[in-house]
């Protein structure tokens, strides 16, 4: 499975940005795709994530303002609102296969796009 982001960039704090993962190869064997985040100096986190099934889950820091949807099995999107600048980070799209949430495993990450929110 190989994934491609796009849709970053810079926007004041407030706005709006979506981006996109479109996933291309063996789209058949992902079970929910989802996207991370990450600044300088600090840990990976979740942003949100979307099963094959349409359920959704999100961080705790972008609930109410951003939401993920997937309308194919090869194409996700992250639709965020409310923009702040503590949403500064390198977003990362991913790939995750198994049975139940608590068995999913990443089979493969996206390059990462910059999203820059200005005060």
């Known amino acids: 499975v190989q994934l491609q982001a796009s849709g970053g960039g810079l926007v004041q704090a407030g706005g709006s940005l979506r981006l996109s993962c479109q996933a291309s190869g063996d789209i058949f064997s992902i079970n929910a795709m989802g996207w991370h985040r990450q600044v300088p100096g600090k840990s990976r986190e979740l942003v949100a994530v979307i099963s094959s099934g349409g359920v959704t889950m999100y961080g705790d820091s972008v609930k109410g303002r951003f939401t993920i949807s997937r309308d194919s099995p090869d194409t996700v999107y992250l639709h965020m609102n409310s923009l702040k600048p503590e949403d500064t980070a390198v977003y990362y799209c991913?790939?995750?296969?198994?049975?139940?949430?608590?068995?999913?495993?990443?089979?493969?990450w996206g390059q990462g796009t910059q999203v820059t929110v200005s005060s």
């Open positions: 991913n790939a995750d296969q198994g049975l139940t949430w608590g068995q999913m495993q990443s089979i493969a």
